[in-house]
């Protein structure tokens, strides 16, 4: 075969695995058991040099996934190129991240062969969710919501001893004591880990985030009240949110869901129901069973 017959015939491969590509998307390229596949063996490839540079180095690195690492291992050898994710373009190299087992790597897209194929951040939300509802059905029986006591170890040896998980959890990939990571959140279903983010429950719309964002804000003034025996009406005002938020009784400054800017200044104090309201989506009903107020026309 000349050498102008195999271009041919290489250049109209190339064409016809682009288009295939281009008509499936990177999603579907990425999460096929082909791309997986492939990624393990990358996966092996780059713990292979990575403890060959650790054993040469004789001191480990944890910043698997950076351009600096990787440039290291091709500098001295360890690696040939810059490794990517099968199925991605671009940096995907950064995809690729450090564990605490195995042979030390994971994928953020595709997890790793000990996983199963589930990523850390997909083990981590099925994780939040099994802990929000322990954590919902925790509350109802002490008639009280969870507090700002959640991610300590205290919290979820209560939460074993009631029967409502069968272990303390750990937040996958990140080793001993990484229930830490779990905490309350202003935002979402109220809880969210500091490694892989919160795990967004798609069946809510702006309004009933919102109103769950008002469930946590009710129950954070309500805690500095009692605890602090004052009563505060300035919900809405930066600098006491940012005090609650100082004192631990929220985690970040509450934003209205889908609202730009410093939307929390459209949370606002109510003298009836659970004491706040929200000027676009309204009063939550959840506390109280009462019917939802409307935004007033003039905000």
Excluded at 100 to 115: E, L, V
Excluded at 183 to 199: D, T
Excluded at 269 to 290: F, I, K
């Amino acid at each position: 075969m000349s050498s102008k017959i195999f271009l041919t015939v290489v250049a109209v491969a190339l064409v016809s695995a682009s288009l295939a590509f281009a008509a499936d998307g990177p999603a579907a390229v990425a999460s096929s058991d082909a791309a997986r596949d492939k990624c393990f063996k990358v996966q092996r490839l780059i713990g292979r040099a990575y403890q060959a540079y650790c054993q040469e180095a004789k001191s480990p690195r944890r910043d698997i996934g950076t351009f600096a690492f990787f440039s290291a291992l091709v500098k001295n050898g360890f690696l040939d190129q810059m490794p990517t994710d099968p199925g991605f373009e671009g940096d995907s190299y950064a995809h690729f991240r450090h564990r605490r087992s195995g042979n030390g790597i994971t994928c953020y897209h595709h997890g790793d062969p000990d996983s199963g194929g589930r990523s850390e951040r997909e083990r981590c939300f099925a994780i939040q969710k099994e802990l929000s509802d322990a954590i919902d059905s925790f509350g109802r029986e002490r008639g009280v919501p969870a507090g700002r006591d959640i991610g300590t170890r205290k919290f979820f040896e209560q939460l074993v001893a009631g029967g409502h998980i069968e272990a303390i959890p750990q937040d996958p990939g990140q080793g001993k004591d990484s229930f830490k990571d779990f905490r309350q959140s202003a935002s979402g279903h109220g809880l969210e880990c500091a490694v892989h983010g919160p795990a967004i429950r798609t069946a809510g719309s702006e309004r009933e985030q919102c109103w769950r964002l008002q469930a946590t804000m009710a129950q954070a003034l309500d805690q500095y009240s009692l605890e602090k025996s004052v009563h505060r009406t300035d919900v809405g005002n930066r600098a006491f949110f940012s005090l609650l938020v100082r004192e631990g009784y929220l985690h970040d400054l509450p934003l209205d869901p889908g609202q730009p800017g410093d939307s929390f200044g459209n949370f606002r104090y109510t003298e009836d129901g659970n004491h706040v309201e929200c000027a676009v989506h309204g009063r939550s009903p959840g506390l109280t069973g009462a019917q939802t107020s409307q935004p007033t026309s003039e905000e």
